[in-house]
């Protein structure tokens, strides 16, 4: 069956190559044509003369050092591919391992999205020689499969666990402090575009680590370098001359020359510290937790595991019944939700979001009366919630309710000025022919 490899998406990056000019000539030496002879000529005075001065134990071992890097760093470097479409097509992407033992696996969000199982491959030896034929991977009859655990959009980092991870895998170390600027950096790309072979890698010089805008769009701790990178190498890793890791590969500028960004190995230690209790979950909240991060990052059928686990531990878990509700909701089987609403707030009466649900189930259904109280119980307890008032605000504007509506939307911006529910109430505004007003909150 033929393959075709499709590059993230997520990353929606151009090649960079760097631009290569003509050598000079090696040495400036000039030669003299129809030189005289010279005869016996006089001996020079002999003056002491300095010694040369030494070279450093580093500088006579660079090649070394740098072939050693890689292959100490190759082992911490794994390839993620999605199991393959009846077409054959899947994405790919780089990670790096975070503990053996665990079976932990770091890479970026971007290259799980979507996507709940991958299959990870580390590097093989034939010999002393890594094996870089893509093909040789996919004859793997029994690929180590890994599942995500937790992914944060925000620093677009995620973490999975490989519940075997191949032989010959080892753990990177996280560097201990942030990289400085003119600090030489390496990077291995397990399938980079543009190479047709595989552990690729890439070295270059730290330019800044600040924050700024990351691949997420979000700020971050970032690690600017002129490290050259390509689709395909997001979520490798990015080490100092010491093999610690001070990075995770994210993206690079479109419109910039050599502007590559790695997400700061002190985010991924925040990111460890929020995700450590989801990696092993016990007890229900963990679970339950670990579910509304799944939900919110669209990861529905994940999130409906970690629920139904929750539940497991603790029949009585109002929030994982409710949570629940929300995921039948998104998935339109509005019955069924209405059902976990009901169970939750028999077990918790106050619970403002199996309000809200219902409510939405039932506009959904066209039972607006019962709607509009829903969504009115859900406001009495928790009047500070924006979204509550937008949501009832657009069962207004569908019921032709132009008034409640924008004083439900009027509610919401003072509480969350948002460009979502700027957006909203603009939209109703111009229905309203308020035109002046509705400019204003659409200009944002």
């Known amino acids: 069956m033929k393959k075709t490899h499709l590059t993230l998406a997520f990353l929606g990056l151009y090649s960079v190559s760097p631009l290569f000019a003509g050598e000079p000539p090696v040495g400036g030496h000039l030669i003299a044509m129809n030189r005289p002879e010279v005869k016996n000529p006089a001996k020079p005075e002999t003056k002491p003369q300095p010694a040369a001065p030494a070279k450093s134990p580093e500088a006579e071992k660079t090649p070394a050092v740098e072939k050693s890097l890689f292959m100490r760093t190759l082992p911490s470097t794994c390839w993620l591919r999605s199991v393959p479409d009846a077409k054959g097509n899947y994405i790919y992407g780089s990670g790096l391992v975070l503990d053996v033992d665990r079976g932990l696996v770091i890479t970026t969000a971007g290259v799980m999205t979507n996507y709940?199982?991958?299959?990870?491959d580390v590097p093989a030896f034939d010999g002393g020689d890594v094996v870089v034929e893509a093909s040789d991977y996919y004859k793997n009859s029994k690929p180590a499969l890994g599942t995500v655990l937790y992914r944060d959009n925000r620093r677009n980092l995620a973490i999975l666990h490989v519940d075997s991870l191949p032989a010959g895998a080892q753990a990177v170390k996280l560097?201990?402090?942030?990289?400085?600027?003119?600090?030489?950096?390496?990077?291995?790309?397990?399938?980079?575009?543009?190479?047709?072979?595989?552990?690729?890698?890439?070295?270059?010089?730290?330019?800044?680590?600040?924050?700024?805008?990351?691949?997420?769009?979000?700020?971050?701790?970032?690690?600017?370098?002129?490290?050259?990178?390509?689709?395909?190498?997001?979520?490798?890793?990015?080490?100092?001359?010491?093999?610690?890791?001070?990075?995770?590969?994210d993206s690079f500028e479109q419109n910039a020359r050599l502007v590559s960004k790695a997400i700061e190995v002190g985010e991924l230690k925040a990111f460890l510290e929020e995700c450590e209790r989801f990696i092993d979950p016990q007890e229900a909240g963990d679970f339950n937790d670990r579910g509304v991060a799944h939900y919110d990052n669209g990861r529905f059928d994940a999130a409906m595991d970690d629920f139904c686990e929750a539940l497991q531990l603790d029949a009585d878990h109002a929030l994982a019944r409710s949570n629940k509700g929300w995921v039948f909701l998104v998935r339109q089987d509005y019955e069924?939700?209405?059902?976990?609403?009901?169970?939750?707030?028999?077990?918790?009466?106050?619970?403002?979001?199996?309000?809200?649900?219902?409510?939405?189930?039932?506009?959904?259904?066209?039972?607006?009366?019962?709607?509009?109280?829903?969504?009115?119980?859900?406001?009495?307890?928790?009047?500070?919630?924006?979204e509550l008032y937008i949501s009832r605000g657009k069962l207004h504007r569908q019921l032709k309710n132009p008034t409640q509506a924008l004083a439900d939307m009027t509610r919401a911006v003072d509480l969350d000025n948002s460009s979502d529910n700027l957006f909203c109430r603009g939209q109703l505004l111009g229905e309203m022919r308020l035109y002046e007003e509705a400019q204003k909150d659409l200009a944002f």
């Not at 709940?116 to 990870?120: A, W």
């Not at 680590?209 to 769009?217: A, D, F, H, L, V």
Request: hydrophobic share 35%.
């Open 336 to 386: 069924t939700a209405i059902a976990e609403f009901d169970q939750a707030l028999k077990l918790q009466p106050e619970l403002a979001s199996a309000y809200h649900g219902r409510g939405k189930c039932n506009a959904a259904l066209g039972r607006n009366a019962e709607a509009l109280k829903d969504m009115t119980q859900a406001i009495r307890r928790r009047p500070q919630v924006a």
């Open 175 to 249: 560097a201990t402090s942030s990289a400085q600027p003119g600090e030489a950096v390496l990077s291995i790309a397990a399938k980079g575009q543009g190479s047709e072979g595989m552990w690729i890698m890439s070295q270059g010089h730290v330019r800044m680590t600040y924050q700024r805008t990351g691949n997420s769009g979000f700020k971050t701790r970032t690690v600017e370098s002129d490290l050259p990178c390509n689709q395909g190498c997001a979520g490798g890793p990015l080490v100092n001359q010491r093999g610690e890791l001070i990075g995770v590969v």
């Open 116 to 120: 709940d199982k991958l299959i990870c």
